[in-house]
């Protein structure tokens, strides 16, 4: 008996040990640009397939697609309002990348010697980022370069690991603590220009839980950048709708750069919130066409921008944004989107948007999809992300952003950070459970993991919530 004992003590132990949190590797390159996204577009460059010629030859006339471009800086600090180096960084910033995606598309490493080059000599020299507008001056030429960074790692261009890790230094120590907590105080594209530059940073460098900090504000943020508050209600109303039309562009293409660095992750934050993304995307375009569209009175979460109707300031004025979403809408998860469609066709060949580096443009080139092709490698699902518990009055809620080719979710729960972790929840087919099984003011622990037929998927990073109901 005491043998048995020990045996089942034994099984009890592996079983519990098993159940610890295994968290997924990031998919590499994966923030704007896989793999299989590069070799697509190279691929059509250089057999003059249609849109891709067109988009090419307006993008590598651009200044800064050339090996004669001119670097601007580098300098020990950046900032906006004061302007501290603001304009230089930005064009550097799209330099990077824009030679990054050269160097891909044409094979010249000249290219790439000429991108690491801008940014080695930034990373070597930026110390601080400075300014009223720290926020945006952080969140959005950065990204570009974190995205030039992330191609050069990952496409065989020799840079050395000392400089890869001192640029990463440079994202981690100077760029990330600048926009870490958002902007809540201000208009919505300033929060989700920090967004997507905490999630690219997270990516680049490797770290969970920075890229779980900027998808959870996303889709839980407190201030207008989060995803319901930006775009306020199922009509696509957005939150810089009865401010002006430019900033309303820039807010929605800052979270769909968001939502195509999920589902180079294996997430499908495009379908978040019953497609709210499109719905954004779709009013503005229908207004932006010379369409009515509808409009409540509001006010933003900060209580100090209050509109009372649509704002027709630069109406008509298409920004170079609307290729990357007609693409995963239409042509990569086959669902309509006629007016989004409608801008794309009138914008087409997308090129930059001057000045600075507000969003990447150029959709008509680096997005651009046959119908119905799925750039989803395998036929395995990531794990899900962006995990929120919220109490209810006898429960916690658990919602969670879908993986994508996940047919149903396992939800797990611990009484401590170190686990173990043991399931509770089998063949949940929603991203969401209520977990009623808790007492009032003991803490709650849970990772959720997704499965299809080819198998299960690694746990989320988890999240704690004290059940004090």
Same mark, same amino acid.
């Given at each position: 008996? $005491?043998?048995?004992?020990?045996?089942?003590?034994?099984?009890?132990?592996?079983?519990?040990?098993?159940?610890?949190?295994?968290?997924?590797?990031?998919?590499?390159?994966?923030? &704007?640009?896989?793999?299989?996204? &590069?070799?697509?577009?190279?691929?059509?460059?250089?057999?003059?397939?249609?849109?891709?010629?067109?988009?090419?030859?307006?993008?590598?006339?651009?200044?800064?697609?050339?090996?004669?471009?001119?670097?601007?800086?580098?300098?020990?600090?950046?900032?906006?309002?004061?302007?501290?180096?603001?304009?230089?960084?930005?064009?550097?910033?799209?330099?990077?990348?824009?030679?990054?995606?050269?160097?891909?598309?044409?094979?010249?490493?000249?290219?790439?010697?000429?991108?690491?080059?801008?940014?080695?000599?930034?990373?070597?020299?930026?110390?601080?980022?400075?300014?009223?507008?720290?926020?945006?001056? +952080?969140?959005?030429?950065?990204?570009?370069?974190?995205?030039?960074?992330?191609?050069?790692?990952?496409?065989?261009?020799?840079?050395?690991?000392?400089?890869?890790?001192?640029?990463?230094?440079?994202?981690?120590?100077?760029?990330?603590?600048?926009?870490?907590?958002?902007?809540?105080?201000?208009?919505?594209?300033?929060?989700?220009?920090?967004?997507?530059?905490?999630?690219?940073?997270?990516?680049?460098?490797?770290?969970?839980?920075?890229?779980?900090?900027?998808?959870?504000?996303?889709?839980?943020?407190?201030?207008?950048?989060?995803?319901?508050?930006?775009? =306020?209600?199922?009509?696509?109303?957005?939150?810089?709708?009865?401010?002006?039309?430019?900033?309303?562009?820039?807010?929605?293409?800052?979270?769909?750069?968001?939502?195509?660095?999920?589902?180079?992750?294996? &997430?499908?934050?495009?379908?978040?919130?019953?497609?709210?993304?499109? $719905?954004?995307?779709?009013?503005?375009?229908?207004?932006?066409?010379?369409?009515?569209?509808?409009?409540?009175?509001?006010?933003?979460?900060?209580?100090?921008?209050?509109?009372?109707? =649509?704002?027709?300031?630069?109406?008509?004025?298409?920004?170079?944004?609307?290729?990357?979403?007609?693409?995963?809408?239409?042509?990569?998860?086959?669902?309509?989107?006629?007016?989004?469609?409608?801008?794309?066709?009138?914008?087409?060949?997308?090129?930059?948007?001057?000045?600075?580096?507000?969003?990447?443009?150029?959709?008509?080139?680096?997005?651009?999809?046959?119908?119905?092709?799925?750039?989803?490698?395998?036929?395995?699902?990531?794990?899900?992300?962006?995990?929120?518990?919220?109490?209810?009055?006898?429960?916690?809620?658990?919602?969670?952003?879908?993986?994508?080719?996940?047919?149903?979710?396992?939800?797990?729960?611990? +009484?401590?950070?170190?686990?173990?972790?043991?399931?509770?929840?089998?063949?949940?087919?929603?991203?969401?459970?209520?977990?009623?099984?808790?007492?009032?003011?003991?803490?709650?622990?849970?990772?959720?993991?997704?499965?299809?037929?080819?198998?299960?998927?690694?746990?989320?990073?988890?999240?704690?919530?004290? +059940?004090?109901?």
């Amino acid at each position: 008996m $005491k043998r048995q004992c020990c045996h089942i003590f034994l099984i009890c132990l592996l079983e519990a040990v098993l159940t610890f949190p295994l968290m997924a590797s990031f998919n590499h390159p994966g923030l &704007l640009h896989s793999s299989s996204d &590069l070799n697509r577009i190279k691929t059509m460059v250089n057999q003059d397939i249609e849109p891709f010629k067109s988009g090419f030859d307006v993008f590598k006339a651009d200044p800064a697609s050339q090996l004669e471009y001119r670097m601007r800086g580098p300098a020990e600090e950046i900032g906006r309002n004061p302007n501290v180096k603001f304009r230089e960084f930005d064009s550097d910033a799209n330099a990077s990348y824009q030679l990054a995606l050269m160097w891909v598309i044409t094979g010249n490493k000249a290219y790439a010697d000429k991108s690491i080059d801008i940014i080695n000599s930034w990373s070597k020299m930026l110390k601080r980022v400075s300014g009223r507008d720290a926020i945006l001056m +952080a969140g959005l030429g950065p990204f570009k370069m974190v995205n030039a960074a992330e191609i050069l790692r990952y496409t065989d261009t020799g840079w050395p690991e000392e400089e890869i890790r001192r640029c990463e230094v440079m994202f981690l120590d100077v760029i990330y603590p600048i926009v870490k907590d958002f902007a809540g105080f201000a208009n919505g594209n300033w929060d989700i220009a920090a967004i997507q530059t905490v999630m690219a940073i997270g990516v680049f460098c490797d770290d969970r839980s920075i890229f779980e900090r900027g998808l959870r504000y996303y889709v839980n943020g407190s201030g207008n950048g989060c995803i319901t508050h930006y775009i =306020i209600n199922e009509a696509g109303q957005c939150q810089e709708s009865g401010r002006d039309q430019q900033h309303t562009q820039l807010g929605l293409a800052l979270m769909a750069a968001c939502c195509e660095i999920a589902w180079q992750q294996g &997430l499908d934050l495009y379908a978040y919130e019953d497609y709210r993304l499109l $719905k954004g995307f779709e009013y503005t375009a229908k207004y932006n066409l010379g369409e009515d569209v509808p409009f409540v009175e509001t006010i933003d979460k900060t209580g100090k921008y209050h509109h009372k109707n =649509i704002s027709t300031k630069e109406r008509g004025r298409l920004r170079a944004i609307f290729e990357m979403v007609y693409n995963h809408y239409v042509n990569r998860v086959n669902i309509a989107a006629p007016y989004t469609e409608k801008a794309a066709s009138k914008v087409r060949p997308e090129g930059q948007w001057r000045p600075g580096a507000d969003h990447p443009g150029y959709g008509t080139l680096l997005f651009s999809r046959k119908s119905g092709l799925q750039q989803i490698n395998g036929n395995s699902t990531s794990s899900p992300a962006g995990l929120i518990a919220k109490k209810g009055a006898k429960n916690v809620e658990l919602t969670w952003i879908s993986a994508i080719k996940a047919e149903y979710y396992t939800v797990k729960r611990a +009484a401590s950070p170190d686990g173990p972790y043991y399931v509770i929840a089998e063949n949940v087919l929603q991203p969401a459970y209520s977990d009623f099984d808790v007492k009032s003011g003991d803490v709650y622990y849970y990772t959720i993991s997704a499965s299809n037929s080819s198998g299960a998927s690694g746990d989320s990073y988890p999240v704690n919530i004290c +059940a004090d109901l």
